[in-house]
């Protein structure tokens, strides 16, 4: 089985084990909602926050990939979460010859499938409290809820909220978060 395969596989498994339905505890806003006409791509170009996330995908290369059919989930940060990150990291990312580490970095924010905030809380409770997430890059996410929120830890340990979730799109779902993810 392919890793796209396994991953949707574990997700039906976890849905068909699981009978208890748990709202998500973040839903997007009409705004956000009335985008699935538009790609990832499309949608994150026009919310006004993720100018610094689209940048970076121009610069790896990935926006025909991510304006295929998919379907693609994306944890996408906001420029806010890029901020954050050490002065002169995303000048040198998008640098040409950086390509391929931020192409690592992109691919770690994307899952294969499409996975919505009530499938990744029903595979957290289904799994104990924690969920581990495969992405795209062939790394993991681990996804916990805290305070009534979608909590993901990378790699390197550091977490990040999901502060908006579902917003669909014609290729996937995006889940708007507040940090970046780094892989090992």
């Known amino acids: 089985m392919t890793p796209k395969t396994t991953l949707i596989a574990a997700v039906a498994a976890a849905l068909a084990a699981t009978t208890t339905l748990v709202t998500p505890p973040v839903l997007a806003d009409n705004h956000m909602a009335k985008k699935a006409e538009s790609n990832i791509v499309q949608t994150a170009m026009s919310t006004g926050m993720h100018n610094t996330l689209v940048a970076a995908v121009k610069a790896a290369g990935l926006v025909d990939t991510l304006s295929s ?10 420029d806010a979460a890029f901020a954050k990150l050490p002065a002169g990291t995303v000048e040198t990312l998008v640098k040409p010859e950086n390509k391929g580490t931020l192409t690592t970095i992109l691919t770690y924010h994307a899952v294969p499938g499409k996975v919505t905030a009530g499938d990744l809380v029903k595979l957290i409770n289904a799994n104990g409290g924690k969920a581990t997430i495969t992405t795209v890059q062939g790394g993991t996410l681990t996804a916990m809820l805290e305070g009534g929120n979608v909590v993901i830890t990378d790699a390197k340990g550091g977490k990040t909220t999901v502060v908006k979730a579902d917003v669909m799109t014609s290729n996937g779902v995006v889940h708007v978060t507040d940090g970046v993810f780094l892989p090992a």
Not at 69 to 78: D, I, K, L, M, S
């Open 69 to 78: 059919p998919g379907p693609f989930t994306v944890f996408a940060p906001t």
